[in-house]
Every structure is written in C-alpha cells, then in structure tokens.
C-alpha cells in the first residue's frame, strides 16, 4: 500500500476548507472538500476524517495519521 500522510487546510477564520492526502514523497494525491451546508463543529471535523480515512482506504493508501 501506498501511504497517504493527510494535512487539514482552514481558512483565515479557522473554518475547515478540506483535508489534502500527499504521498510519502510530498506528491499530491488526492483531497476531500468540507461541505459549505455543514456547521463548522469539532463533531463534524471528525466525521470528515473518517469519511477521509476510509476513502484513503478504498483508494488503496494507508494513512499516516
């Protein structure tokens, strides 16, 4: 498995924008956009990360988390 090392990215305001995968060589893999309709929550925060995570998964990465 290739292993996918992910960033969170926040706006200026501290908002979530999307979660960004790069491979162990620094090369962008892939990325998970945060729903504007979502509220900006801790509980949400962490439901994009499993949703992320397993999309990593499936897109045969391993996360380093």
């Known amino acids: 498995m290739i ?3 992910p960033t969170d990215i926040y706006d200026k305001e501290g908002n979530m924008l999307r ?3 790069h491979d162990n060589k620094g090369d962008f893999a ?3 956009l945060w729903d ?7 509980t949400n925060r962490e439901e994009l990360r499993k949703y992320a995570y397993r999309m990593a998964d499936q897109l ?3 996360v380093n988390k």
Do not use: C, M, N
């Not at 504007?36 to 801790?42: F, G, K, Y």
């Open 3 to 5: 292993k996918a090392i």
């Open 19 to 21: 979660i960004e995968f």
């Open 30 to 32: 892939f990325q998970v």
């Open 36 to 42: 504007p309709r979502d509220e900006q929550t801790s």
């Open 60 to 62: 045969g990465y391993e």
